[in-house]
Structure formats: structure tokens, C-alpha cells
């Protein structure tokens, strides 16, 4: 009551009209966030700490404990998924992202053919994962024709991967996956790349390509630096997801994450696929634990990562 | 941008941009080539294809196309009645739809509240946002499934949308810095004629984002109508065409030429969102872009 009053004392008519009409507006998102981020994260918490009675225990730490010194309840060393987990994201955010920073770049100087190309590069995304992965996997199978085309050109290929198919090897699964997500990401953020390149001052161009600065010179002393906040936010996104993201492998695996594939991403959401199936469910304890785990992982490094990110957002001149 | 004089260019430049040429060629190459493979693979008989996956089909079946919605046929997990093609195609769109609304209006309706309004607690808010988007939670999943399963959300069409709504993402990233951008002279004016602001937000206000809108419901829409892993775990009864791609390969034996007519159906599956996506290109590159993260 005390704040209404305060609003009342505070705040002319108009603005507590203003002010209502605001509340009302973020009322269902509020609530929504309230239940199923909030309290689902409040939740996940708890379950961490439960057993399968409600009880108070920490042996679901003791399993996650397991599974990165040796192996956890499904066989699979979390250790080793997460290094392929950060891998993944490495190449994806070290390797990737500078290149679709290149790649917008030329594509938004309107290069020949720029229209077709925009189309083209967004077939993945379009096609889906699903689709897109389905058929990367007939072709590197066993008859598909990438597989076929490695052994007409006489590489060494192990046995497993001439009976079954690059993704059901140990020596091979691994390196396939890493080239398709380097292949699938060179596409990533394109569209809000452009959105940002687009707005950039025409005159700044201008001006430099009257002073005689290069291609080069144009996009790094130009370009980039102007759409810099937009390159901090993706990577301040981009960080979030270092260990989240299960980069299809549950697909290119047929939900096994077999053969030195698995990831942590990939872990997490079949943990959950199980507890939906309630087929081989390790329970309500053990994910939500290994979340809080990763979680307090993750967050130093976010929030340093996040920390300087802003500090080179501020410091750029444009 | 400005789009580049290649003829005024010189020499330098003009190496550089006819090598991003030739490089841009090949991607395109690698990225149109399994589409393309799809495609023939799905005019071939199945011993055809069994045999010799890369070469052309001796006989060019364009039945397949048609057969995808006779024959195409996925299998529950929960075993039962095979879904047909046309119940996963209207699951598919509705679920796009209600999805793509809810989210979009969640995120709007928060946005517009917070890039317009200082009202007590909106910087509380919007911290909240960035807390959320920035902050990484790791393994919700299953507590979110409980709770999904507790509130009788699992498989319930008239309630899991509320699942879906949240307005705390990354839409909220770009329509707060489009609202932002809108100038407030419109609304003010509207103000002084008289206007309340529900008039204003509906009348002034959203015709000037619609472009915005529009652009981030495609974004949401490709990857609604490709999302697999989210009917997998809520709404495994009411399977999406990306679903029941991923259960056919567990059916196909129930089809005859079933790998033939599963690349059709992935053909045909793919082609409404290349087709929208060709379309409003321009929309979404013009319209989609965020500014810094402060919070």
C-alpha cells in the first residue's frame, strides 16, 4: 500500500495512466518468465539436492563427481564431452564467426550474385536440422557418396567406416561432425550481421575511398568498428552457449552420442528425453545436478568474457 | 552499404572480390549439393538408389511426390497408429502459428513497455532481461518437464503455447532497440489529439514495427517449422513434420521406396521456408539488427 501511496504522491495523473497501461502490457510476459524460467530454475536447483523421495542428499553431486573422473550413469565421461563441447564452440566462435564477419561484409557490398548466394548459404538453416543432418548422414554412410568418394581416391579408411559409415567409427565420428558444423556455421548470424552492416553511414565509405583506403582498410577501420556493440552482444549470446549447445549430435547419432561423439549439450537433452520417455531415466536428481555443476563452471568465464566485451565495446573509436 | 563499383576498382580489389567470388561459388556448391542429391535420390526406385546412390534414376518418379502424402507414414515412440504426412503438415502449422504469436507478442508487448516507459521497477526489468539472455542456467530441461508434466502441459495443445511465450529473449533484444528507434513525436502528438495508449500503441505505434515484426516472426517461423527436439519431449502425440521426419527412418518399413519418398518428403518439407525466406529476404536483412547489451 505504502508504494501506491508513494506512486500516488510521486506521479501525476497522466503518468500514473502511463504507468498502468505499462504494468497491464508486461504482465503476462512477467508471469511467464516467473514460472517457467524463475521458478524452473529455482526448481532445478532444489532437484539437485533431492533424492527420488524429496529427501535431502548429495549423491547426485557424488554421480556427477563419477561421470568426470571416470564414467557417469549412462557410460559417458563428461570430461571428454565437454572438451569436445568446447571444441565445437571454439570453432564455431573462433574460427566461424570472423568469417561470416568477412563473408556479410563482401556479401553486403553487393559482390555479384549477392542475392542467390544470401539464399544458398541460408539452405541449411532452412532445411532444418533435421533434414539437413538426415542427409549429410546417407551421404557419409556406408554406400553414401562422400564415403565412396574417399574410397575411390584410395584414402585409408578404418574397416568400420567401409562396413558402416564415417559417423560409426571411433577414428572417424568426431572429425565428420566437426567438419559438418564448420561446413553449417559459416552461416550463423548473417541476418542481424547485415541488419547491422546496412546501417552504417554510406558517407563514411565514401569519405574513405576518397582518402585512398583499401578493402581491408574499409572493413576493419570502418565497418566492423561501427557495428562493434552488435558483434559484443552475439558474442556475449555466443558465450552462453559454450557448453549447451548438443550441435546435432543426437541426430547424427540416432540419440546413442556413441562412437566419442557425445556431447555436453547433447547430454543434457538426453537425459531429459529419457525422463520423458521414462526408458532408461536416471531420474530428476542427477541432470539437474550436473546443470547446477556446469552452471557455476560457466559463469566465471561468462562474466569475465562479458566484462571484457564490454570494456572493448567502450573503448572502440568509430 | 554502398554496392561496390567493381569497374572503378582497382586492380587490388578487384583480385580480392573475384577470389570471394570463386570461394562464395564453392559453398554454394557444398550447400546446394545434398538438396540437390535429396532430389534426385527422390525420383529413383529403392533398389535404384540402394545401388548407385549418385547416379541419375533410369525412370523419373514423380509419383513419389504424390505418394508422400498417401504412403508416408510415421510410427508414435509409444507404438499405435502411424501418423500420415497431413497430420504432421497441419501439426507443423499450427504449431508454427501459435507459437510464432505468442512469442512475438510476449516479446513486443515487453519491449514496447520497457524502451518507452520509466515506470517503478523497469530498469529492475530490464536487468531481468539481460540477466536471462546473458547468464547461463545449465540443465533446466528437467525440472521444465516436471513442471510441464505437473500442470498437464505434456501433450496438451490448450496449454503448452503457455510454454512457449516467453517474452524474455532475443526478440526482446531487437524490437527493444527498434522501439527505441521509433521517434516519440508520433506518439506525442497522438497524445495531445487526445489519443489514450492503447490507441497509440495500436495505431501509431505498431504500423511503424510491423517491418520489424515481420522479419523476426520469419526468423522464429524456419526454426519452429524445424524444431524436432521440442515435440520430441512435450508434444510426442501431435508430431511436426521434423518430428516425423526423424521417426520415419524407425517406420520405413511399412513403405515401399521408403528411402525415395522419405528424401521427397524432406524435399517438399524444406521448401516452404526456402520459399518464404527467398521472399522476404530483404525484409529480414533490412529489419533484423540489435544494438549493445547494458545491464
Known sequence: ??????????????????????????LFPVLQFLIFWFYVNISSIGLAFQDATGGLTFKNFEMVWKGFTDKDMLGVNLLDSLGRSFLLWIIGEGVLFPITLITTYVLTKKIAGHYVFRIIYYVPGLMGSIIWTLLIKEMVGYSGPITKLLVGMNVNLPTAVTKNGLLRSEDTAFVTLILVRSV?????????????????????????????????TQMFGIAIPCIWSTICTLLTFALCSVFTCDYNVWLFTDGTGGYGTSTIG????????????????????????????????????????????EKASENVEV | MTPLKFRKQPISVKIIYVAFFVAFLIFAAVYIYP?????????????????????????????????VFTEFQAVPLSGGEPFRYMDMLFNSLWILVVK????????????????????????????????????????????????????????????IWLMWAGGFDFAFIVLYGYFKGVSPSYSESAKIDGANNWTIFIKVILPQVTPCLAAIAITQATGVWNDYSTPMIYMRD???????????????????????????AAVISCMPVIILYTCSQNLILNNMTTGGLKG
Request: glycine residues 8%.
Open chain 1, 1 to 26: 500500500m505504502k508504494l501506491f501511496d508513494n506512486i500516488k504522491k510521486n506521479y501525476s495523473r497522466l503518468e500514473r495512466r502511463d504507468f498502468l497501461f505499462a504494468y497491464l502490457i508486461v
Open chain 1, 184 to 216: 553449417m556455421g559459416v552461416v550463423g548470424n548473417n541476418a542481424v550481421l547485415t541488419g547491422a552492416y546496412t546501417r552504417v553511414p554510406d558517407e563514411l565509405f565514401e569519405s574513405a575511398e576518397l582518402d585512398g583506403a583499401g578493402f581491408f
Open chain 1, 266 to 309: 547433447f547430454q543434457l537433452y538426453n537425459l531429459t528425453y529419457r525422463l520423458s520417455t521414462g526408458i532408461g531415466s536416471t531420474g530428476y536428481g542427477y541432470p539437474a545436478a550436473l546443470g547446477v555443476v556446469l552452471t557455476v563452471m560457466t559463469l566465471p568465464v561468462v562474466l569475465v568474457g562479458k566484462h571484457l566485451l
Open chain 2, 35 to 67: 538438396l540437390l542429391w535429396a532430389f534426385i535420390n527422390s525420383l529413383k526406385s529403392m533398389k535404384e538408389y540402394a545401388t548407385d546412390s549418385l547416379a541419375m534414376p533410369s525412370t523419373w518418379r514423380w509419383r513419389h511426390y504424390f505418394e
Open chain 2, 100 to 159: 510464432v504469436f505468442v512469442n512475438v507478442a510476449s516479446s513486443m508487448l515487453l519491449a514496447y513497455a520497457l524502451a518507452r516507459f520509466r515506470f517503478p521497477g523497469s530498469k529492475f526489468l530490464y536487468a531481468m532481461v539481460i540477466f536471462a539472455n546473458t547468464i547461463p542456467i545449465i540443465g533446466a530441461g528437467p525440472a521444465a518437464y516436471r513442471l510441464a508434466m505437473n500442470l498437464g502441459m505434456v501433450n496438451n495443445p490448450m496449454t
Open chain 2, 238 to 264: 501431435y508430431p511436426n513434420l521434423a518430428y516425423g521426419m526423424y521417426l520415419f527412418k524407425d517406420s520405413s518399413f511399412l513403405v515401399k521406396d521408403s528411402m525415395p519418398i522419405y528424401f521427397a
